[in-house]
C-alpha cells in the first residue's frame, strides 16, 4: 500500500518531456517534488502563472506572487504571468497537457466528484470545472476508500459532479487504473503488497483485470 | 484629454450606491483594490452584489463589507476562507453564485470584448448547467453563458498613468484586467501613478480608455494569506 507521497511519485512517472501540467491542491501539488531528472516540465497555475517554482526562503515572500492554493512561490527562468480569462484560455484549448487533481468520487465512465457534499458548507469549485471539462489528461490523485470505509471508485458518482466522462486515470494507495473506453476501471498496476483481492474489495463499480498485473515500480 | 485622477478612493467611490452590482479584482487576498474596500465600508452602503473570484477572509478585503452586512449576494468561484461568510449564508443573509473560475474570468473578458455571451464546456452535465442553454459544436457540449454587467469595475494595478493606462505586477494582475475592462464605470487604485509618457506603450496591459478613474492608493498592507516557505 501506498502513503500519499508514493502515489504522488507514481504519478510522476507520467510526466513526460516538455509538457506543461496543471497540479490541483493535495496529493496533487506533492507531484512537483518527483518530477524525474532531466525532464523539463512547465507548471500552470490557473491564478496566472506557468512557470512556476518552488516555495521561496523565508523572508523572500513576495505578497504579489502565489499560487492558486494562494501559496507564496517564485517564478523561474522562462515563466509567463497573464490574466485569469487567458489562463483558462489556455486550458480551454488544451494546451495544458496533464491535469492532476484529487476527488471524492470516480464513475467507472469517468465522470468526476470534488467539489460539493450535500448539507455541508460548499466553498467553491474554483477552477476544477474549467480544468476537467477540457483537459486533453486527466489524472485523479486519491484514496481509494473514503473515510467510512466505501470505495470512492463507482459505477455513477453519488455527489454532485464535477465534470462528466473526462477522467482517463486513477493513482490510489492501492493500484493504478485507467477509464475503460466501454466503462468499468481497467487495472494496470497494483501497488507493493497489495492482492488482487484487495483491489477487488476496494471497487465498487466494474473492475476489469486481464492478464498478470504488474506491481508498481516506484 | 479628460482629467480621470481623482484625489482618494473616497472620491472615486462616492456615487457608487446601494443595490448596484460591483466587480472587484484579485485573487484570493491578492491583488484586491484594499484602499476602495476599506472607502466602501466606510461609506456604508448595502444590498451591493460583488462579483469577485473569492471573498476575502474575516478581517480583511470583502470579508470587511461582509462583516457590516454590505453584501447581498457573491458572484464567486470559491469562497471557502471565510467564517462570517459561512454564518450569514447557512443563515440565509447572503445569496451566493458559485461559477467555474474560468467561466468567471471570460464572462468579464467578453463584456470587455463587446460579446454577449461565450460558449464554455465548464459545468457541462453539472448542476451549473441547469437552467442554461447547451449548444454542440463539433460534437462536444458546451454552455451558453452571459457577459457580466456590472455598474462599477474596481482594480487595483501596480502602474498606472494620469490617462488610466495600466501595468500589472506579478500575479496581482489575475481578474484585474479583464474585470477592467467589464465595468460601465472602471476605477483603477494603482501604487504608483505617473504622468503620460512615463510608462512604455508596449508595456501598458489595460489600455486608459477602459479606465475612467484613477488614484494613487496608500498603506497598502498586501496581506499573505498561505505563507510558504522552503525549510532549507
Known amino acids: ?218 | 484629454m479628460i482629467n480621470k485622477v481623482v484625489a482618494n478612493a473616497d472620491e472615486a467611490i462616492s456615487d457608487i450606491e446601494s443595490g448596484m452590482t460591483l466587480m472587484l479584482g484579485g485573487f484570493g487576498l491578492c491583488g484586491i483594490p484594499e484602499n476602495c474596500i476599506n472607502a466602501l465600508v466606510k461609506k456604508g452602503i448595502n444590498q451591493l452584489t460583488c462579483i469577485s473570484n473569492n471573498a476575502g477572509v474575516d478581517d480583511f478585503g470583502i470579508g470587511l463589507m461582509l462583516k457590516k452586512r454590505q453584501v447581498k449576494k457573491m458572484i464567486s468561484s470559491y469562497v471557502g476562507e471565510n467564517a462570517e461568510f459561512e454564518r450569514q449564508l447557512l443563515s440565509g443573509e447572503l445569496e451566493v453564485e458559485l461559477i467555474p473560475q474560468g467561466t468567471l474570468a471570460t464572462r468579464c473578458m467578453a463584456s470587455g470584448y463587446g460579446m454577449p455571451a461565450i460558449f464554455t464546456p465548464a459545468g457541462v452535465g453539472t448542476e451549473v448547467a441547469e437552467g442554461k442553454e447547451v449548444r454542440n459544436f463539433n460534437g462536444k457540449d458546451y454552455l451558453m453563458e452571459m457577459a457580466f454587467d456590472a455598474d462599477f469595475a474596481i482594480v487595483k494595478a501596480w502602474k498606472g498613468d494620469t490617462a488610466g493606462n495600466l501595468i500589472f505586477r506579478s500575479t496581482a494582475r489575475n481578474f484585474n484586467p479583464v474585470m477592467a475592462m467589464a465595468g460601465k464605470i472602471t476605477i483603477a487604485e494603482v501604487e504608483q501613478l505617473v504622468e503620460i509618457g512615463e510608462l512604455d506603450p508596449d508595456q501598458i496591459h489595460t489600455p486608459g480608455i477602459y479606465v475612467h478613474r484613477i488614484f494613487q492608493g496608500r498603506n497598502y498592507e498586501k496581506r499573505i494569506e498561505q505563507r510558504t516557505v522552503r525549510l532549507i
Request: contains cysteine; proline residues 5%.
Open chain 1, 1 to 218: 500500500m501506498l502513503d500519499k507521497t508514493g502515489i504522488a511519485k507514481r504519478i510522476a512517472k507520467e510526466i513526460k518531456d516538455g509538457y506543461y501540467v496543471n497540479l490541483g491542491i493535495g496529493i496533487p501539488t506533492l507531484v512537483a517534488n518527483y518530477i524525474p531528472e532531466g525532464i523539463n516540465v512547465v507548471l500552470q497555475s490557473e491564478n496566472g502563472l506557468l512557470g512556476m517554482g518552488p516555495f521561496p526562503y523565508d523572508g523572500e515572500e513576495d505578497p504579489d506572487l502565489i499560487n492558486a492554493g494562494k501559496q507564496t512561490i517564485t517564478t523561474l527562468p522562462g515563466s509567463a504571468i497573464f490574466d485569469s480569462a487567458m489562463s483558462f484560455g489556455m486550458i480551454r484549448s488544451q494546451k495544458v497537457d496533464l491535469t492532476i487533481l484529487g476527488a471524492m468520487e470516480v464513475s467507472e465512465n469517468g465522470d468526476i466528484a470534488n467539489w460539493k457534499i450535500p448539507g455541508k458548507m460548499v466553498k467553491g469549485m474554483g477552477g476544477a470545472m474549467d480544468l476537467v471539462a477540457s483537459a486533453k489528461n486527466i489524472i485523479v490523485a486519491m484514496q481509494h476508500v473514503n473515510k467510512a470505509g466505501e470505495s470512492k471508485l463507482l459505477k455513477e458518482c453519488s455527489l454532485p459532479l464535477t465534470g462528466v466522462n473526462c477522467v482517463k486515470k486513477i493513482v490510489t494507495e492501492l493500484a493504478v487504473l485507467e477509464v475503460a473506453s466501454g466503462g468499468g476501471f481497467r487495472l494496470l498496476e497494483r501497488a507493493p503488497g497489495v492482492s488482487l483481492e484487495d483491489i477487488r474489495k476496494a471497487t465498487s463499480g466494474k473492475l476489469i483485470i486481464e492478464g498478470q498485473i504488474p506491481e508498481m515500480q516506484i
